[in-house]
T-cell receptor
Framework: DAKTTQPPSMDCAEGRAANLPCNHSTISGNEYVYWYRQIHSQGPQYIIHGLKNNETNEMASLIITEDRKSSTLILPHATLRDTAVYYCIVYGGSQGNLIFGKGTKLSVKP | SQTIHQWPATLVQPVGSPLSLECTVEGTSNPNLYWYRQAAGRGLQLLFYSVGIGQISSEVPQNLSASRPQDRQFILSSKKLLLSDSGFYLC???????????FGQGTRLTVV
């Protein structure tokens, strides 16, 4: 089973920041938080990952709480092309498998 | 750079027929390899993963099997397809040291 909990859906206005939450209260010390997104009928696309520090790249920012039990993916200026299902995944350590939960369906609206 | 190839893109097969989907990775060695299935309107289900040649772990018992005959080749097979095997099949690879996973473009299988 997935080790993360996400809201099933969210809406965001185009041009505004999209903040997608994720709970991972059972994360262990050597596990990373990864975010992927899947646009309809395509393979998932890697967005960002982090261990305990906040991370930023050209796609998004990842904010991880100090206790590492939750995180937030931030798309600073959402566009219509950001409409997708966003998956938060806990992965790493000695585990070789990458388990996806149900994700959050983000709808960016004009 | 690393690339992942998965084929075919679409496939229509009759019930009871065999299946073989192939996935190959280029530009890396000793990758972790994964097969996922996504049924219509549902999430990604991990079917198999492999950390090395001949090493296959099954996450869900089913009508499918996987093999890894070479380091960068991962094959998904079935001897007799069922209607319930229809779905979107995705192959992925990741590095062995907690790196991100990269997905192929997927195969949309319809069993009729």
């Amino acid at each position: 089973d997935a080790k993360t909990t996400q809201p099933p859906s969210m809406d965001c206005a185009e041009g505004r920041a999209a903040n997608l939450p994720c709970n991972h209260s059972t994360i262990s010390g050597n596990e990373y938080v990864y975010w992927y997104r899947q646009i309809h009928s395509q393979g998932p696309q890697y967005i960002i990952h982090g261990l305990k520090n906040n991370e930023t790249n050209e796609m998004a920012s990842l904010i991880i709480t100090e206790d590492r039990k939750s995180s937030t993916l931030i798309l600073p200026h959402a566009t219509l092309r950001d409409t997708a299902v966003y998956y938060c995944i806990v992965y790493g350590g000695s585990q070789g498998n990458l388990i996806f939960g149900k994700g959050t369906k983000l709808s960016v609206k004009p | 750079s690393q690339t992942i190839h998965q084929w075919p893109a679409t496939l229509v097969q009759p019930v009871g027929s065999p299946l073989s989907l192939e996935c190959t990775v280029e530009g890396t060695s000793n990758p972790n390899l994964y097969w996922y299935r996504q049924a219509a309107g549902r999430g990604l289900q991990l079917l198999f993963y492999s950390v090395g040649i001949g090493q296959i772990s099954s996450e869900v018992p089913q009508n499918l099997s996987a093999s890894r005959p070479q380091d960068r080749q991962f094959i998904l097979s079935s001897k007799k397809l069922l209607l319930s095997d229809s779905g979107f099949y995705l192959c992925a690879w990741s590095g062995t040291r907690r790196t991100e996973a990269f997905f192929g473009q997927g195969t949309r299988l319809t069993v009729v």
